[in-house]
């Protein structure tokens, strides 16, 4: 290792230790390596990378989902589509795990943000799994790993990142299409594990609500579900067997405004009517309709704080994608990445055992950096490997999302496990030992999206993104 990667890597690790946020850590660090090199002014290095960085037409869609999320999130659309998900799977044993599984890869689609999926769903779910019956630790290990799906399920910020990552080798739609089902598999695996689990432990017994006039009265700010509720709760009040189908159209027709956003949006990028970053302010515009006017849950005078709220969001995520830029350059500059991929190869020409130490590498560097500076530094690292080993750049990044979507859940770093423990009201120490079993579930899906190319590459092949 030579002296400035060895300065990089040793302050990066002090300076995590120290508990400094790892924005500033890259930053610092990229700095007193890029000074150790000698003929290059650190600060003005640094500064350049930072402004180049976050200098992209692709990356004005972050800020534009970010809100969008938000407006979905103030506008009570967890709790329509946890209804809606009751009617669909809480007829089964254990129905609220596997309500909160399917609610969470709903919302965390509809938002893009795994934080979020905590925050709404887990806000409301885990409270009432508590009051059911459930385990405290079962159910916030739940709502962890299963808000995690939407950054595989589209629209996700972090795929947007990748693209950017390998240079625009990858389109953003085509990213979009290969998480579709390896999101939806990490969602099943998890139902599976909860399913189980509750088996053995007893939990529930079918908890899907019956028809009930009065289920609408959390509805009452809206005009057009009060009308409906007004006509269709009468005529199964005196016909109780239509009172299930009734429920589910209902519930279907509340819901549907949220799960529109998904349709416009993808819809609207594989149509090729506007383009990813337009599509993100379309969602905008679709999300204050729908909470203010609609749902009516978003007050006039929530705006401003909403939108402070975003450009905190925000001002993070460009902070991580510009320093990390500047570490990302200190590597390239030392041909860290070349030097990394002939090492590998120099262990084995195998592509299984390669694909395997990939992954492993990646779980480990999930533990302590968060998804975006993650990204950034590895792509380009791994880029060279997967192209010696006929692993396609797209295929690649949906492997590295999984893994770093399972790194948001461990220590020391892991930022759905904190937010959910402090959601949970309960601790790591506490849940850590739950969320082995679920950890197992998603590293098994993982390792078969790694070795089963065809879950990430059909569709975006089919809808001709992608070209083998």
Not at 414 to 435: D, N, S
């Amino acid at each position: 290792m030579n002296f400035p990667i060895l300065v990089l890597v040793v302050s990066f690790l002090i300076l995590l230790a120290l508990n400094v946020p790892v924005a500033f850590c890259m930053g610092i660090a990229s700095m007193l390596a890029i000074g150790s090199m000698g003929g290059l002014p650190a600060f003005t290095a640094v500064a350049h990378k930072l402004a180049t960085g976050i200098d992209s037409f692709a990356l004005l869609a972050i800020p534009f989902f970010v809100l969008s999320g938000l407006l979905m999130g103030h506008g009570g659309i967890a709790r329509r589509l946890i209804d809606f998900a009751n009617l669909i799977v809480g007829w089964w044993r254990g129905g609220l795990a596997l309500v909160n599984v399917l609610t969470c890869m709903i919302f965390g689609a509809i938002s893009g943000s795994a934080t979020a999926a905590i925050s709404s769903v887990g806000g409301f779910m885990i409270p009432l799994m508590n009051k059911k019956g459930y385990a405290r630790s079962f159910n916030t290990s739940v709502t962890i790993t299963a808000a995690t799906t939407g950054l595989l399920i589209p629209p996700s910020n972090i795929m947007i990142v990748y693209s950017l990552a390998t240079g625009g080798a990858v389109s953003i739609a085509a990213l979009f299409m290969a998480g579709v089902i390896p999101g939806i598999l990490v969602g099943l695996a998890l139902m599976v594990v909860s399913g189980i689990i509750s088996l053995k432990r007893n939990y529930g017994k079918g908890e899907a609500v019956v028809f009930d006039g009065h289920q609408f009265d959390f509805m009452r700010n809206s005009f057009f579900t009060q009308k409906l509720a007004g006509v269709i709760t009468p005529v199964a009040e005196r016909r109780p067997w239509l009172s299930l189908p009734f429920l589910l159209v209902i519930r279907f027709v509340i819901a549907l405004p949220a799960l529109l956003l998904i349709i416009i949006v993808i819809g609207g990028i594989l149509k090729g009517i506007f383009t990813p970053t337009e599509a993100s302010a379309v969602a905008v515009l679709y999300s204050f309709i729908l909470a203010v006017f609609i749902y009516r849950e978003v007050r006039f005078e929530d705006i401003p704080k909403i939108l402070l709220q975003a450009g905190e969001t925000t001002a993070v995520v460009f902070l991580l994608i510009g320093t990390s830029m500047a570490m990302s350059w200190v590597l390239a500059a030392e041909q860290v990445p070349q030097n990394v991929s002939s090492t590998l190869l120099g262990l084995t020409s195998n592509g299984i055992i390669l694909m395997l130490l990939v992954n492993l590498i990646l779980l480990s560097a999930g533990t302590f950096l968060d998804m975006t500076p993650a990204v950034l530094i590895f792509t380009p690292v791994f880029l060279p490997i997967a192209a010696k080993i006929g692993v396609t750049p797209l295929h690649l990044g949906i492997i590295m999302i999984m893994n770093l979507c399972i790194g948001l859940c461990t220590p020391p770093v892991g930022t759905c496990l904190f937010l959910g423990c402090a959601i949970g009201k309960t601790t790591v120490a506490k849940i850590i030992r739950q969320m082995l079993v679920f950890f197992a579930a998603m590293i098994a899906v993982l390792l078969l999206c790694t070795y089963v190319p065809s879950l990430s590459l059909w569709l975006p092949g089919k809808l001709g993104l992608y070209q083998p």
